[in-house]
């Protein structure tokens, strides 16, 4: 997160994303995005994540949003969970404790779920 290259692109959201620059460490990369609404992603190292899964907070004025990836060719799947920023920040200060803590639903039973019964029919 180069300060300059982001206060240029986003100066409307210098507020929200200047606290997570303490951060880069546990970053595998980042982007910001002034066209629509503004918003920037944060690509985040969680040592809990499989090779094949990537973690991603989406984050917007008023809100981040989590997309959690697998790539996984038999078990694969794309979710999204709401955090606020406070969270977000609280997740990535204590890393590696799971992002799933920090979460504002309660999708991660549904998805455990949907993943218990792929593997009870399949068998």
Not at 10 to 18: A, G, I, S
Not at 73 to 81: D, I, Q, V
Not at 106 to 122: A, G, P
Request: aromatic fraction near 14%; glycine fraction near 2%; charge should be negative.
């Amino acid at each position: 997160m180069d300060r300059k290259y982001w206060k240029n692109l986003l100066p409307t959201l210098e507020d929200v994303w200047l606290p997570y620059l303490k951060h880069q460490d546990k970053l595998n990369g980042c982007q910001a995005i002034n066209e629509g609404e503004p918003h920037f992603y944060l690509m985040v190292q969680d040592p809990y994540l499989r090779d094949d899964e990537q973690l991603t907070l989406c984050c917007m004025r008023d809100r981040v949003v989590l997309q959690h990836r697998c790539n996984d060719k038999k078990f694969g799947f794309y979710e999204t969970y709401d955090m606020t920023h406070e969270n977000a920040l609280a997740y990535l200060e204590q890393l590696p404790k799971p992002f799933y803590a920090f979460t504002d639903d309660s999708k991660l039973d549904t998805f455990r779920q949907s993943l218990i019964n792929k593997e009870e029919n399949n068998d």
